[in-house]
């Protein structure tokens, strides 16, 4: 499929950023709010922002379980930060009775840098792209344990949080601790792009 339909998830977050992000590599991206309005794309976002409110809001707008239903169904998803934690299946430090959608084999913990004051800029190196990313983490999860059919795609570097996971992905399912639209650097969501491109979910439909 030349220009896959993908969602962003719009009940808080980054939303316009990752739209535009999106669109720049031949998406037709559209802001997803219903469960009618999911049930039309090939591929969704799940932005950053703050996760418990993002479930909240979810429930309330009636889209947690056709959300869980579709990714266990196999819609190709991708959640930045808060997006991250959303598609976890465990949480190692839950808010209290917080849920999540789920979707990869991970367990993160949310608020695993420190507080918003101790948000960071740092290079990560990012299997499968040439050279360095730069990564913008704010108040961003980290990869505690992931099971054996998540691929570690990126690891800090260097100091005190060397070897955390910050990136990974399981079948047509990908997540990031860092915010890849607030820089100019869009070259994980060509990632994605490509990975709805090939997913069998969306190449049935084009059958």
Known sequence: MSRPRIGVLGLQGDVREHVRALRHHGADA???RRPAELAEVDGLVIPGGESTTMIKLAVAFELLEPLR???RAGLPA???CAGMILLADRLANPAPGQET???LDITVRRNAFGRQVQSFEA???FTGM???FHAVFIRA???ESAGAAVTVLARVSDGPAAGRIVAVRQGCVLATAFHPELTGD???HGFFVDLVRASPATSAQEE
Request: proline share 12%; net charge neutral; aromatic share 8%.
């Open 141 to 143: 999860p980290w990869v």
């Open 78 to 80: 991708y959640g930045s």
């Open 30 to 32: 559209q802001v997803v």
């Open 69 to 71: 239903e579709r990714i």
């Open 186 to 188: 869009l070259r994980v």
């Open 123 to 125: 290079p990560v190196d």
């Open 130 to 132: 040439a050279g360095p």
């Open 101 to 103: 959608v789920g979707g």
